[in-house]
Each structure stands twice: as structure tokens, then as C-alpha cells.
């Protein structure tokens, strides 16, 4: 697919008002003031809310003076059963998401972009609940699909430009991804279903619905086992999750509460490097395990990996192992009939480890090892297989507080709110023996260190509070207009101290100390107004602010700095980033009489975004190894201009058939060079990396009797692959194939809602580079490819 076919795509959608962007459903009115949207399930159950509804792809919160979208359960279940919510937004305009398996669950290799803005820069909630940053090393959250079932998930909501005042993030420049569990059903329910497919996948999840009890009550209690072999090699991605919710609903308030338990094991991808100077570039580096004599064979006699491949070595196994508990109480308190205050405490539990087994002569690891064991045998060492593993062990202890007051008078409509956590977390880098004898897997937690190279701890306190007054100047007109403050108490300490040339060049010592940065108002104004019952129109513009990242040892992160003096001077001199994003946009939902066109709705949204104090780590010594590193410095290194366009819709054609189609540019760029301690680098002008600038999405919808057909098609325009714009990675196009229908002839008594639902991915089997992993200097880049063709069948049924 190329621009000339985006321009079909764009021309099919331009009717009344371009069709705008993002399909809401045709019976869909507000979304109801920002609500979760997990909704009204009355006495049926959702499969057969569901059934009744009219075909959808999106939703719009119309309610907002932002571009606001969302996706309900069922059309998130429909793109495949089990998905991550977050991967489920790549339907959605302005949205770059990839990862190396079809749900979406691989964070090792997860790549997203929102208008320009890389994942750790946006903000993300569960419930309210702050989710982090979604950095693969983990350190102040979880991702969304290990904080609730998929199948669980009520909607996910993108506020592509900016997000809510109330949002309880610390990194949301770029917007918000909200995420909520669905409420109990209020008739007693059953839920099974059962996933099998390529690759030995088989996901089982159980869902029991109490029904209303008596006296406002309900709850549910659910669980989920999922797994399923790599596609290139023998790993297993695989865990089990419970999620339980209870909801009492009386005349004084709504009290929630929410449980939910998470241990999953996933193998990670090695990504292919690319360079002029690796002349083996294969398209994947599988894993060598369970093979372990071919892993034995595949090392000389001294350790080495064959020197024809470079950089692109083969690794004996990595794998991601997270282990997270995450609870919640909240209570909705009725003070009067137009004043609210709703109260929510929460507690979240992390262990994880990120694990590598790779061999001991890569990479200027036998340097490494020479500073703990000085002339010695390293292969003796490691238990003489020529190979050592390698983790990065994790743990987040945090608790926290969101208070919202909201109350309405006359024409207005004020809130305020308060939020504070208290954040405990450590990373410890160690290395263990691979012994020749009793070699270990991807699913052990390795014990015994032979090395502690380093060990973070860091106490992180988070204040953030916001005051907003919505005002109706009219019936149709509203002004909303409000600030956040947003402040960071942070003390990081290192326990573990490296060796002198266990992490870089002529380092003494990890870094300590605290950081306190404040930033009192972060303004936000914008307005509403409905111009017909159908059409509105929306302008927003908010200040937002990124605080510094708090962790230990890796990262862009002041305490990742390779001495003291270097964290002393960032502390004195850096600035926290920050954006001011500016939106102006149009929402339409239409009935109409055009033959078999019946309705159109959609949004057109532009933004312009002034980003600023850019924190990028360089270095003025060359990267020895991206284990070892060089003497890394952090520091703000100008702005960066955005401007873009969204533009999506639906064309209803009755309930037999819809055409969603979003297609989307983005132009962000950077407007000012950088010194590396060494040279200029010239990024001036140039475009930001891993964001492409063109992208077009479509969602077909058909059906046939009882049968539904979706045609989904994805594509992304080229990318750079280097802060100097050097090299790119060309533009693809997937496309993904689901068929669901009922299974009358298993409903009876006892049986209700039998269906199927069978999934395709990749349909066409294209080949080429799915995400890329930006090179920090021109000439060089990693990849990790798209995976093949893989196909899922799902059968389910309420008891």
C-alpha cells in the first residue's frame, strides 16, 4: 500500500465533513462525561449485549474539549481473544504499535508511537489506577494486560493529544491510555472459552458472574491460562492470571473492589543488528534452547561464537518472568444530588527478572568477568559450558491515594483532585554459572550469584493535584479551563557498588542522591461546542510535564550516569521535558436515506505540539558494549515540533455491512543539534525516528446471517531508523482476517450464547522488519521481523 492508495482511502471518506475520524457506533450517544464506558449491562449478559448491538469499531467520547476515542470489549475480543490493550489501538488513527507475537504480550520488543511521542512519554491508568511508564525495565508499574484479563477489559480509551487533568501519570506528554475492567454482570453467569492454534497456543478462560445478590451487590471472579510456543524457536510464552472484582451500589455511594494476580514467563527476541560493517543479517536470531548440545557445539573450544556472524550471535535463551499483585479499593460517595467524592487506594507488588543466557566471549565480556576473576579460567568459571547467565532482577513496592471532588451549581461544574504514591523499587544486575551439567532454562529463577555487579534502591513520592471548572455558557456551548501541579520526591541509593570497569569506562561508583523537582501549574483550556445535534467541535490546549525517570543502573535516568559528578551536574542543570499540545477538531454521526448508505460518523482532529528540554543519554566516548557501556551523560538537547492531521470514519451500509477507514500523518522534528562531548551531531531538521509519518487503517465488516466477517488492513509508512535520518526501514502493510458466528446446535438448557470465532493474522504472510530500535549514531540500528501467518480458533459459551 502507498500514498496513492492512502489518497483512495481518503477520498472513499470524503463525504459530509470528511468522514472525520474514528467510527462510532450509530446508536452510540455520549459516552457520558468521561465514563469508563464498561457500562449499562442490564439483566442480559454481555454476550448477548453484544449481539444486539449495531456493528462498531469505535467510539467517541463526546462529553470532551479533546480527541478522545475509545474500544468497547467486544471489539476488542473481535481483532483476537486475549489481545493487549494496547495492541488493540493500532485500529485507531495516529497509533504505531508493534510487538513480536499477535497479542500483543511481548514486552521485551514492544514498540509504540502516538502522534510522534514514544511509549514511555505517554500516561497510562487501569481503573484510575497509574500503570507507569510501560519501560520494559520495570520500575514504577505494569502493563495492562497484567493488571487485567483482556477478556475482563470494559473499554480502553486513547486521548491521542492530551489526557485528563485528573490522569494519575508522571510521563504523560503525548496523551493517555486508559484502561477499564468491566463491572459484574447482574444476572448469574458462566463464561468459558477455550483459544487453540499455531504454535501450540491454548488460552482457557473462566469467568463466574454472581448476579446481584441483594442490597446493591455483585462480583465476579475470573481466570485465565494462557500459552504458546515462539514462532522461530522452542520458547514457551505462557502464564496464569485471577482477577476478582465486587461492587456494592447503594443510595450513600458505590464502594469497588479489585483484586487481581499476574505470574507470567515470556521468551524475548533477539533483535538482527544492521550495519554496513555486519555482513550476516539474518532475518531472525532464534534461540538455541532446549538444544543444549547444539548450543555446546554451536562455541569453540575457548568460548567464541563463529566470527561470520558478527554481532549476530546466537544467544542460548532470554526470557521475561513478572510476578505482580494489584488491588484496589474505591467508594463513590453521594454527598448531595450534584456533588460527588470519590476515594481510591491502592497497592501494587512486583517481582520480576529479565534473563539472558549467552556466551562468554561476546560483547567485551571477558573483560568484564576479568575485574571480579583476574587471571582465571572465565569458562571454568561458568561452569564450563562457555556460556553465563545474565539478569536484571526487579521490585516495585507502591501504594497511593486519588481523591476526586466533583460538584455542580448553576452553570458549572468544578473538580478537584489529589493524587499521591509512594514508590519503593530496586533493580540488581547479577550473573550466574550455566553449568555444563545441570544447565538451567528460560523458566527457572536463576540462584547463586557468582557476580552482584550492582544493586539499585530507589524511594520515589509523587504529588499531584488539579483543579478544572467545566462551564456552560450555553446549552451548546461549554468552556472547560484548569491546572495540574505535579510533583517528584526521589531518592536513589546503591546498595551494590560496581567494580572499578564493571560498568563504564573509568567509573568509581554509581551515582546517589535525591531529586526534588517541582512544577506548580500546568494549564489547560479548552471548549466545546455543538453546533448541531450531530456535529461538534472541539479546541484544547495543555501543558504537560514528564518527570525524570527513577531508576537505577540503565536507562535515561540521572541515576543511570556513570559518577557522581555527572548526577551533580544534571541535578543543577537539567530541566524535566514538556509539551503544550494544541488540538482543534470535528466529530460527526449522521443518519442518512443515500440507497444503502445509512449513517457516517467520524473525526477530523489537527494538533500541533511544541515539545521541549529533550533528555537524550550520550556518550563522548564510543559504546564499548551495550552491557558495559561508555561514560554515558544526560542532558536536555532542544525541542521538537509536531504537526499532524487525524482523519476517520465509518459508512454504515444498514447492519448487513461498515467501512471504517483512519488514515493519518504526522511530521515531528527535531529543531536543534546536539554535541556528543566529541562532534556536532546534525538532528536539526531532521524527523523523529521509529514514528512514521504516514498511516492508514481500515476495518471492514460484513454479515451473512449469523455469520461475521472482519477484514482488518494495517499499514505504516517508512521510518527512520537514526537520529540523522540516514537510514530507514521500509513501510508495510498487514492485513488480519477474523469469521465469528453462533453454534445453535450446543445452546439448551443449561447452554446459552455458543459461539466461535476464528482469527488469522498476517494473512497475506508478508516478510520485512516490523519495529526498529533507533541507532544512537548514524550507520547502525537494530530490527526485529514480522512474524508469519498464524491462525487462532475460539470456542465459548455462558453456562
Known amino acids: 500500500m502507498n500514498k496513492k492508495l492512502s489518497a483512495v482511502c481518503f477520498a472513499a471518506l470524503s463525504f459530509p465533513m470528511l468522514a472525520m475520524a474514528a467510527n462510532v457506533a450509530a446508536a452510540v450517544a455520549d459516552m457520558a462525561a468521561d465514563a469508563p464506558a464498561a457500562a449499562a449491562q442490564g439483566h442480559a449478559t454481555e454476550a448477548e449485549a453484544a449481539a444486539a448491538a449495531p456493528v462498531a469499531t469505535i467510539e467517541i467520547a463526546t462529553r470532551k474539549t479533546r480527541s478522545s476515542v475509545a474500544l468497547t470489549k467486544g471489539d476488542m475480543q473481535k481483532i483476537l481473544p486475549g489481545i493487549n490493550p494496547l495492541k488493540a489501538l493500532e485500529t485507531l488513527p495516529g497509533v504505531s504499535f508493534q510487538t513480536a507475537d499477535p497479542w500483543g504480550n511481548n514486552e521485551q520488543n514492544l514498540s509504540l508511537f502516538v502522534h510522534g511521542f514514544s511509549g514511555p512519554q505517554l500516561g497510562y491508568t487501569m481503573d484510575g489506577v497509574p500503570l507507569g511508564d510501560q519501560q520494559y525495565g520495570n520500575y514504577n ?6 493488571a487485567v484479563i483482556s477478556e475482563n477489559v470494559g473499554s480502553v480509551i486513547l486521548s491521542s493529544g492530551a489526557g485528563d487533568l485528573s490522569t494519575a501519570s508522571t510521563s504523560n506528554l503525548g496523551g493517555t491510555i486508559e484502561t477499564f475492567s468491566s463491572d459484574p454482570q447482574h444476572s448469574r453467569n458462566l463464561a468459558a472459552q477455550q483459544t487453540v492454534g499455531s504454535h501450540s497456543t491454548s488460552r482457557t478462560f ?12 455483585s462480583a465476579y471472579i475470573s481466570a485465565v491460562h494462557h500459552e504458546q510456543k515462539a514462532w522461530d524457536f522452542n520458547g514457551r510464552q505462557g502464564g496464569d492470571q485471577i482477577n476478582a472484582k465486587y461492587i456494592n451500589q447503594g443510595n450513600a455511594g ?48 575457548t568460548g567464541a561464537t563463529p566470527a561470520a556472524e558478527g554481532n549476530n550471535y546466537r544467544n542460548y535463551y532470554s526470557d521475561a518472568q513478572r510476578k505482580d499483585y494489584l488491588t484496589y479499593a474505591k467508594y463513590d460517595m453521594n454527598i448531595g444530588e450534584s456533588t460527588t467524592w470519590s476515594n481510591q487506594v491502592y497497592y501494587h507488588n512486583d517481582d520480576g527478572v529479565g534473563v539472558v543466557a549467552g556466551p562468554i566471549g561476546v560483547a567485551g565480556l571477558p573483560g568484564l568477568f576479568a575485574v571480579y576473576f583476574p587471571g582465571q579460567n572465565l569458562k571454568q568459571v561458568f561452569g564450563n559450558s562457555g556460556y553465563a547467565t545474565r539478569t536484571t532482577e526487579y521490585a516495585i513496592n507502591r501504594n497511593g491515594w486519588l481523591s476526586t471532588l466533583t460538584s455542580e451549581f448553576g452553570n458549572h461544574k468544578l473538580q478537584g483532585g489529589l493524587w499521591l504514591e509512594h514508590n519503593r523499587s530496586s533493580a540488581y544486575r547479577r550473573w550466574y554459572a550455566l553449568d555444563v551439567n545441570n544447565p538451567s532454562s528460560p523458566y527457572d529463577r536463576p540462584s547463586n550469584p557468582l557476580i552482584t555487579q550492582y544493586g539499585s534502591e530507589i524511594d520515589n513520592k509523587v504529588v499531584q493535584f488539579h483543579v478544572q471548572d467545566e462551564w456552560h455558557l450555553r446549552n451548546d456551548l461549554a468552556l472547560q479551563a484548569g491546572f495540574k501541579s505535579s510533583l517528584q520526591f526521589a531518592d536513589g541509593q546503591f546498595p551494590v557498588q560496581p567494580a572499578k570497569g564493571a560498568i563504564a569506562n573509568g567509573s568509581l561508583a554509581l551515582p546517589v542522591g535525591e531529586i526534588i523537582t517541582k512544577k506548580w501549574f500546568l494549564p489547560q483550556v479548552g471548549a466545546r461546542w455543538d453546533i448541531t445535534p450531530q456535529d461538534q467541535m472541539f479546541v484544547n490546549v495543555q501543558k504537560n510535564m514528564r518527570q525524570f525517570v527513577t531508576y537505577g543502573g540503565g536507562g535515561a535516568s540521572p541515576w543511570s550516569l556513570a559518577s557522581q559528578a555527572a548526577f551533580d551536574l544534571f541535578k543543577s542543570s537539567a530541566k524535566p521535558e514538556t509539551s503544550i499540545t494544541y488540538e482543534l477538531g470535528m466529530r460527526t454521526s449522521h443518519q442518512l436515506d443515500l440507497g444503502p448508505l445509512k449513517a457516517i460518523d467520524g473525526q477530523v482532529n489537527l494538533y500541533h505540539v511544541d515539545f521541549k528540554d529533550r533528555l537524550l543519554t550520550i556518550s563522548p566516548t564510543p559504546v564499548i558494549t551495550s552491557i558495559i557501556g561508555g561514560n554515558p551523560v544526560l542532558a536536555n538537547v532542544g525541542s521538537v515540533k509536531t504537526d499532524g492531521i487525524d482523519i ?47 498511516m492508514n487503517k481500515f476495518v471492514a465488516t460484513a454479515t451473512v446471517a449469523d455469520t461475521e466477517f472482519q477484514l482488518i488492513g494495517d499499514y505504516v509508512g517508512k521510518r527512520y531508523a537514526t537520529y540523522t535520518n540516514d537510514l530507514d526501514v521500509s513501510s508495510y502493510f498487514l492485513m488480519s482476517l477474523g469469521v465469528s458466528g453462533k453454534l445453535p446446535f450446543l445452546n439448551n438448557s443449561w447452554v446459552r450464547n455458543a459461539r466461535y470465532r476464528l482469527n488469522v493474522s498476517n494473512l497475506a504472510n508478508r516478510v520485512g522488519n516490523l519495529n526498529v530500535v533507533v541507532g544512537a549514531a548514524s550507520g547502525t540500528y537494530n530490527t526485529f521481523p514480522i512474524a508469519p501467518r498464524q491462525g487462532f480458533l475460539t470456542l465459548m459459551a455462558d453456562f
Open 141 to 146: 508499574g505494569l502493563s495492562p494486560q497484567r
Open 206 to 217: 473462566l469467568r463466574y458472574d454472581t448476579g446481584d445478590f441483594g442490597n446493591g451487590n
Open 648 to 694: 476517520s470514519g465509518t459508512l454504515h451500509f444498514g447492519r448487513m455491512f461498515s467501512f471504517y477507514d483512519a488514515l493519518s500523518f504526522n511530521r515531528s522534528t527535531y529543531s536543534d543539534n546536539y554535541s556528543n562531548g566529541k562532534d556536532i551531531v546534525q538532528t536539526a531538521g531532521k524527523a523523529v525516528p521509529g514514528s512514521p509519518e504516514w
Open 254 to 301: 458505590k464502594l469497588t473492589l479489585y483484586f487481581n494476580y499476574s505470574d507470567k514467563i515470556e521468551p524475548n527476541e533477539d533483535a538482527t543488528v544492521r550495519s554496513a560493517a555486519e555482513k550476516y543479517q539474518p532475518y531472525t536470531r532464534p534461540f538455541m534452547y532446549p538444544n543444549f548440545q547444539t548450543a555446546l557445539a554451536y562455541l569453540s573450544p
